[in-house]
């Protein structure tokens, strides 16, 4: 199979930079790439369990674009190759995807495409909010030279903590939304979806999805 994809243009190529450049700032790693039916679903782990005592949820970043109709594969690439096949793109170019990785765990849980019902929403202000408290609370809590457990345990306790206003949504989601750039003007309603285990905030810069621990589910 030829693991190749094209963007429209320049602008989308840009476009895919930033958001990995955003990524890769948060989580040095893997991104998945599914290209199917003409679109590119680009996704990147901003948080995930490193281990099984870990309470850090899966919360995941996508953004959606446009390539070749013929285009079909579903690949982890590391973040950083790929960024460099990007800048060397030309406009239109074909992108050849880097060789593949298969030690990234969070790559092995796929969100659903469909089946989606919308349960409620928030805003931008909210997530930008809680976004900065839990970078404080983080910062307070891990001072320099903190062991790597240690860091796990306070991060999965403050982006594993619900948003007062928006239910048994944790924390992460806003972390996730402002780290990759998807925030936008201050009241820019943002829906929430929910199908099984999977949550998906839909921003007009791009999706955040979490995927819920099977003890807090819904009854």
């Known amino acids: 199979m030829d693991q190749t994809f094209s963007l429209v243009d320049g602008l989308a190529v ?34 995930y369990p490193h281990g099984l005592l870990d309470r850090t949820p899966t ?10 109709p013929d285009a079909e594969f579903d690949a ?3 973040t950083r190759s790929l960024l ?11 992108i050849r995807l880097p060789l593949e ?17 919308q349960v409620g929403g928030t805003t931008s202000a909210v997530l930008r909010r809680v976004a900065s408290e839990g ?18 345990r306070v991060r999965g306790s403050v982006w594993g903590a619900p948003i007062e206003e928006v239910g ?27 199908t099984g285990t ?3 905030l839909s921003l007009r810069r791009g999706h955040v999805l979490v995927k819920r621990a099977a003890w807090s589910l819904r009854g």
Do not use: M, N
């Open 84 to 94: 460099d096949r990007l800048a060397r793109a030309g406009d239109p170019a074909a």
């Open 76 to 78: 982890v690439v590391p």
């Open 168 to 194: 048994d949504v944790p924390a992460g989601v806003a972390f996730a939304a402002d780290s990759l750039g998807f925030l936008g003007p201050e009241f820019e309603p943002v829906p929430i979806f929910e």
């Open 14 to 47: 840009s476009d895919l930079q930033v958001y990995l450049s955003r990524a890769g700032r948060v989580e040095d790693g893997s991104v998945r790439l599914v290209a199917r039916g003409g679109v590119l679903a680009a996704y990147t782990a901003v948080l």
């Open 101 to 117: 990785v298969s030690t990234v765990t969070w790559a092995g849980i796929s969100p659903p495409r469909g089946g989606w019902s």
């Open 135 to 152: 970078v404080a609370e983080v910062a307070r809590a891990v001072p320099e030279g903190t062991g790597e457990q240690l860091v796990w």
């Open 59 to 68: 919360v995941l970043g996508l953004r959606t674009f446009e390539t070749a």
């Open 198 to 200: 999977w949550t998906r």
